[in-house]
């Protein structure tokens, strides 16, 4: 499980006209004083429906369960970032989400 960070979700397309999306977020396997981010790509007609249907619920701090293929280190100076394709990605109630 992940957590969606301040960025804005951005779904974008390429020339070719396949559709990406991108996601900043944040593990917290470590504990909540210990945040890893990462940022996530999501490529085809599965990252664009997924958007089309989910868009509104990504917002800061929504948990996600997420499959992910093709992990890597990105690193920048003293900075580290995890990136990573999503194979495969649901939307998580958040923590204080009350069933009707």
């Known amino acids: 499980m992940v957590f969606l960070s301040k960025a804005t979700p951005l779904l974008t397309t390429a020339a070719d006209g396949t559709h990406q ?4 977020v944040v593990s917290r396997h470590n504990g909540a004083h210990h945040p890893e981010p990462m940022t996530l790509f999501w490529h085809g007609e599965p990252a664009r429906e997924f958007a089309r249907e989910h868009l509104a619920d ?3 701090g929504r948990p ?10 990105h690193v920048s100076g003293s900075y580290a970032e995890l990136q990573a394709e999503i194979a495969a990605m649901r939307v998580l109630p958040n923590r204080f989400e009350v069933a009707a």
């Open 64 to 73: 996600l369960q997420v499959e992910l293929q093709r992990l890597r280190v």
């Open 21 to 24: 999306l991108t996601l900043r």
């Open 58 to 60: 990504l917002t800061p």
